[in-house]
């Protein structure tokens, strides 16, 4: 199938680390991407990865990408209360179509 | 400031009365795309374009209409409204097919 999965909650201490899993299905997507949305607010391009890679840091943000197991995850250090939102993964679909296939979203809680 | 934008950003309508969501982007990309965010769902692709009078259905294309006479600006149409069509619409844009896309901040359409 085409299913991007995600875990739909998460729940951490404001100074700790978070971890955001994903697991996606299409191997020869080029791109492999975290998108933030926060309370009515649209989609933020957060970072990405392309699909040679195994890892991309960008300040707080890494990136580790298991292309054997099909597995992408979201590390952000030092957690904020402002990192409160919800993170979608997304591959980039093969073929002609080049659309975004996205998990559901995991909701991140930082808790003071 | 590069951007994606969507006008209006919320619509409150009734059946049967035709509306035209407006997407503009001022990067110059030749890939612009719609997606419809529903609770569960997740994001779904609309309609995409390659480039200018280059249109093609995504996903979940039935009730919508397109168009792309110039770059910069990707209308989405929706001819007789009903109300299955409530839903969250993004607008994304990207330099070409399977690269990084970005958002615009939404537009939140209540069909009654």
């Known amino acids: 199938g085409e299913d991007v999965e995600q875990s739909l909650f998460l729940s951490v201490r404001e100074g700790d680390s978070s971890v955001i899993n994903c697991t996606y299905t299409d191997s020869s997507s080029t791109y492999l991407y975290w ?3 926060e309370p009515g607010a649209g989609l ?16 707080r943000l890494t990136v580790l990408l298991n292309k054997k ?10 957690t904020q209360t402002g990192d409160s939102a919800i993170y ?20 991140l809680s930082v808790k003071p | 400031e590069a951007q994606v934008t969507q006008n209006p950003r919320y619509l409150i309508t009734v059946t049967g009365k035709k509306l035209t ?19 569960g769902l997740g ?5 995409y374009s390659m480039n200018v009078e280059v249109t093609d259905k995504g996903d979940v294309p039935e009730g919508y ?26 607008c994304a844009s990207s330099l070409a097919k399977n690269q990084p896309q970005h958002f615009g901040d939404g537009t939140r359409l209540s069909i009654l």
Not at chain 1, 71 to 78: G, M, Q, V, Y
């Open chain 1, 69 to 78: 197991d099909k597995h992408l995850s979201l590390r952000i250090a030092d």
């Open chain 2, 65 to 90: 209409k397109v168009s792309r006479k110039e770059k910069r600006n990707f209308p989405l149409i929706l001819e007789s409204p009903s109300p299955n069509q409530t839903s969250l619409y993004f």
């Open chain 2, 21 to 39: 969501v407006t997407c503009s982007q001022n990067m110059n990309h030749e890939y612009m795309s719609w997606y419809r965010q529903d609770p």
């Open chain 1, 35 to 37: 998108y933030k949305q």
């Open chain 1, 44 to 59: 933020q391009l957060l970072t990405y990865i392309f699909s040679n890679m195994d890892m991309k840091q960008d300040q």
């Open chain 1, 88 to 107: 979608f993964c997304a591959e980039s679909r093969g073929g002609s179509q080049g659309n975004l296939i996205f998990g559901k979203g995991t909701k």
């Open chain 2, 43 to 47: 994001l779904r692709q609309i309609y």
